[in-house]
């Protein structure tokens, strides 16, 4: 079984900054790639950040230079800081991973609980 813990969300002005933390643990052979959705009321989830083993990044348009994923590779966890919020970053977010839980079987998503962040003055 494998877990994906997040931390970080909460309350904060516009332009402000708030750092999120995913760490996932349990029966866990490989990790491909771990990355950040979000869902806002009455919309579709969408992917914010996605980080590769191999290094390769990818973020929505709408984050580029405000957004900064990385990752720790020994401790299985992924941050996505985030800068010169806007109102329209509020949403839910969701951490995901694609991981291998063995070395013969094929490679699985799975998601966190969401955590809420909220732009507002």
């Known amino acids: 079984q494998v877990q994906l813990v997040e931390s970080g969300g909460g309350l904060v002005q516009p332009g402000g900054s708030l750092r999120l933390s995913c760490a996932a643990s349990?029966?866990?052979?490989?990790?491909?790639?771990m990355g950040w959705y979000r869902q806002a009321p009455g919309k579709q989830r969408e992917l914010v950040a996605l980080?590769?083993?191999?290094?390769?990044?990818n973020y929505v348009d709408s984050v580029k230079g405000r957004f900064t994923i990385s990752r720790d590779n020994a401790k299985n966890t992924v941050y996505l800081q985030m800068n010169n919020l806007k109102s329209e970053d509020t949403a839910v977010y969701f951490c995901n991973a694609l991981i291998r839980v063995g070395v013969e079987t094929s490679e699985t998503n799975f998601w966190g609980q969401g955590t809420l962040v909220t732009v507002s003055s």
């Open positions: 980080i590769f083993t191999g290094g390769s990044i």
């Open positions: 349990g029966t866990i052979f490989s990790i491909h790639a």
